[in-house]
């Protein structure tokens, strides 16, 4: 579902990315702003969103909850019913209503339901012939009639014939001629009292279906609907193929009713239940950086700095420590000793035992199991740090032995 969601987002994405190129952890109210207004959230909105957020660095947590907010009345609970489930489903011209009706009718079949058409929407020329298409195309009944005919008759024939014959779901089409809105509000109030009329209670649902395209001039179309008939949930039309997806925010916000799908295509598979966390996580996935990841990659650049300390660095160490200690050794010698044939003899005498002991320690540590070890696993240059013996000894094999490091 969220693939859907997100894919269909694409367009908005792309138009905050204008101005919000790069994924960030935080961003200023200046930027939340511009980026707001770019995805079409209504500037009203947008300014009760700044007002109401008082950290200046905006986290992905605080944005998201600012976002939830505007999207509170987006649940629906399904009313109590006899069957069938009667659906009014209204719109102006253009929205997707047939398109729409077609999808909602494919869900409800491949659930098993039986569904039924009635196609109310008697004043366009093609409505009928094209809701009649679908019909065909889905293998799903319809009732229908001319051109010109009485709608309200036909939502009546439609209910009917699913409570004769046992069908599940009705959906019956409607018109949306906004130009001569007093006609259209009566034709609908009269449709309201024909459908309780064929059966107690329907219909139990009025959809509205909105052009996502439209954005925010979608709001004032949805209250007019609302104001006429009343409106139980939306459905947001072509969500695919506009840049406008923040319009959503002011249309769950303006309205206060549930959201209940999003097209996402053009075919009768198309329709995603709307859910509001995806689709806000949907949108702050193009904006902000997964922090997480980024605390990983940090910890393992930090690990790999620790473990590959340079060879030339430790070799250097290792040089610097042993000339002070032949240093003092040497010096302890002088000060023992007053001629000075005696010293240059005592500096040898160290020279040697140095040399000696130095043979010893080696010869120790090659027969030392972890060498045999390391002998066996590479023929490669190895360093090897012995940090609890006595004196830090560094060795290396090259070429078949074991050596001191030069």
């Not at 806000?280 to 930090?302: I, N, Q, R, T, W």
Request: glycine share 6%; proline share 3%; hydrophobic share 35%.
């Amino acid at each position: 579902m969220f693939g859907f969601i997100k894919k269909s987002l694409s367009k908005t994405i792309e138009a905050i990315k204008t101005v919000a190129p790069k994924k960030k952890i935080t961003f200023t109210k200046d930027e939340l702003e511009e980026i707001l207004l770019e995805a079409d959230v209504e500037y009203d909105l947008v300014e009760m969103i700044i007002d109401q957020t008082y950290q200046d660095k905006i986290t992905r947590e605080i944005l998201r909850s600012k976002l939830l907010a505007t999207l509170a009345h987006t649940t629906y609970t399904e009313p109590e019913y006899t069957a069938p489930f009667v659906e009014l489903i209204v719109g102006v011209n253009g929205a997707g209503k047939t398109t729409t009706i077609s999808k909602l009718a494919q869900r409800y079949k491949n659930d098993g339901k039986k569904v039924i058409l009635g196609a109310g929407d008697t004043f366009r020329a093609a409505a009928i012939e094209q809701l009649t298409l679908w019909s065909q195309r889905l293998d799903i009944p319809i009732v229908s009639s001319k051109q010109g005919h009485d709608s309200s008759a036909v939502a009546y024939d439609t209910i009917d014939s699913a409570k004769s014959k046992g069908f599940d779901h009705v959906i019956i089409d409607t018109a949306g001629r906004l130009h001569t809105q007093t006609n259209l509000a009566n034709e609908l109030k009269k449709i309201n009292r024909i459908c309780n009329k064929s059966h107690d209670g329907s219909p139990h649902r009025t959809l509205l279906i909105i052009d996502g395209t439209q954005g925010n001039s979608a709001i004032a179309q949805a209250k007019a609907f609302d104001e006429m008939i009343g409106i139980d949930g939306i459905i947001i039309t072509k969500l695919d193929g506009t840049a406008k997806g923040g319009s959503i925010f002011s249309i769950a916000y303006a309205l206060e009713l549930p959201i209940l799908y999003v097209g996402t295509g053009e075919q009768p598979e198309d329709l995603t239940p709307f859910d509001k966390y995806e689709f806000v996580d949907g949108l702050l996935d193009a904006l902000f950086v997964d922090e997480d990841a980024e605390k990983k990659v940090k910890v393992e650049k930090h690990i790999k700095k620790k473990i590959e300390k340079p060879t030339i660095e430790i070799k250097e160490e290792i040089k610097e420590e042993v000339i002070v200690e032949q240093q003092e050794d040497i010096q302890e010698s002088i000060i023992e000793k007053n001629t000075e044939p005696e010293i240059v003899k005592e500096i040898e005498e160290v020279e040697e035992d140095k040399v000696s002991e130095s043979e010893e320690l080696l010869e120790k540590y090659i027969k030392d199991e972890r060498l045999g070890i390391i002998k066996r696993i590479s023929d490669t240059k190895i360093l090897v740090n012995y940090l609890n013996t006595p004196v830090d000894t560094h060795i290396e094999y090259i070429d078949g032995k074991w050596g001191y490091i030069k």
